[in-house]
Each structure stands twice: as structure tokens, then as C-alpha cells.
């Protein structure tokens, strides 16, 4: 399927309520959040990144991350960006905490770890960086 050429036909659809899925493997989990507290590493809390593989603990908005990726743990391939959300735990009876695991969206199993990405036609997603030649 040609992703360059189906995504920008179905976002633009006059009348059309867009809407985009995909899964993402989990690329990391990692105390970062260049968001909240860029520069900061560790971060004070922690995340489950999913995406391309050039996310880091400055990601300058004048150089997008997306635009420095070589590949993506998304089944979209054209999607460099990042995505993250916070890791929960449970606390057991006996005061210790454990990590609840994501599960992918009925559908979506064959994500490792992952999560589920929607974005709708307002969404901005990063193309794929050019190819050297």
C-alpha cells in the first residue's frame, strides 16, 4: 500500500471525519520527558516511548526529531514522530509496586509492548526524512 499516497487522499476528503490508526512497538522506557523537562536526566518521572528512533532528552524544536529519525517502531512507516505515556504501577497489599503492562488494541496484537497512535485530519504527523542518494 502506498502510504504517501493514500494518507493525503482520506485526510483531505471533503467532508470526511478522517481518521488515522496505527500501532507502535515500544521503542524504550526511560525517565526522560523533553517536553516537561528538557535537558533533565534523569527526569523525575517515567515514560514509555514509542516512535522514531532519534527521541532524546533535548529534542529541539528547531532540528524535529522526526526530521533526525532513520526508522520508527510504528507499523506506519512514514511517521517518525514520538509518542509517550506515563508507565503506571499497582500497589500490592504488601506496600511493593508493580508495573501494569500495555496491551495493544484488539486489532493491533501484533505490537510488541506497545500502543495504539490516532491522530485525526488536524493531526500533523512528520513526514520520512529524505533519502541520501
Known sequence: MHWNTVVPLAL???GANALLRF???QLVVERLDPLVNPGLAPSPHLHQ???GNAFNVTMDPLSPP???ATC???TFADDFSNY???VLYFRARNGSYHRVPQKPNVGFEQTKGGMTVQGSASTHFYPRRPQSR
Do not use: E, F, R
Request: charge should be neutral.
Open 66 to 68: 522526526p526530521t533526525q
Open 72 to 74: 520508527t517502531t510504528c
Open 12 to 14: 483531505a476528503a471533503p
Open 84 to 86: 509517550w505515556t506515563a
Open 49 to 51: 516511548i514509542v516512535g
Open 23 to 25: 500501532s507502535c512497538s
